[in-house]
C-alpha cells in the first residue's frame, strides 16, 4: 500500500547473524521503517541481547521505525529469552510489535492476532486494519479471551 521496495539484510550461516556493515549500510539509505523477524532461534541470548542493542541504536540513529514480527515469542529452548526490542531503551516510542495467539497456543489455524506500541504508531496500523482483516470466528476469541484472563 506505501509502495515501499525492500532492502534486506542477510542472516549468515553457521551462526545466522547479520553483519553490522551491511546493515548500517541498508539503514544509511534512510528507509521509513525496518521489519524484524523473530523466526529463527538464537542460542545463546546474551549475544542476541548484543544484536539487538546494536539493532536499537542504528534505528534511532536514522530515525527507523521497526516492525517487529514477534509471532514466535514463546518458542525459546533452554535458557534463551525472547527479547523484545521495543523493551530496549528509546525503542517503544518506534516499535510496532505483532503477535499471534496461533503461534501463543500452538494452534495456527486461530487466526487471532494482534499489534502493540505507541499510540502514534497505532494510529497508523488502524487505518490499514480496515483493509486487510477478515472475520474470526466465536470460539477462537473466546478461547483467546479465557487464556488471557490471570488464574
Request: glycine letters at 4%; aromatic letters at 10%; hydrophobic letters at 45%.
Amino acid at each position: 500500500m506505501a509502495h515501499a521496495k525492500p532492502v534486506y539484510v542477510p542472516l549468515h550461516p553457521p551462526t545466522w547473524t547479520f553483519d553490522a556493515d551491511e546493515l548500517r549500510a541498508a539503514l544509511s539509505r534512510r528507509p521509513a521503517r525496518a521489519t524484524l523477524k523473530y523466526a529463527h532461534i538464537i542460542p545463546v541470548d546474551a549475544f542476541f541481547r548484543a544484536e539487538l542493542t546494536l539493532i536499537a541504536e542504528l534505528c534511532i540513529e536514522y530515525d527507523v521505525t521497526v516492525i517487529s514480527d514477534e509471532v514466535y515469542e514463546h518458542l525459546t529452548f533452554g535458557a534463551a529469552q525472547h527479547i523484545p526490542i521495543a523493551s530496549l531503551p528509546g525503542m517503544f516510542e518506534r516499535t510496532v510489535t505483532i503477535s499471534s495467539a496461533g503461534k501463543l497456543f500452538s494452534a495456527t489455524g486461530w487466526k487471532v492476532g494482534w499489534v502493540f506500541g505507541h499510540p502514534e504508531l497505532i494510529e497508523g496500523v488502524a487505518r490499514a486494519h480496515q483493509f486487510i482483516t477478515f472475520a474470526v470466528h466465536h470460539p477462537t476469541q473466546e478461547a483467546v479471551a479465557l487464556r488471557a484472563q490471570p488464574p
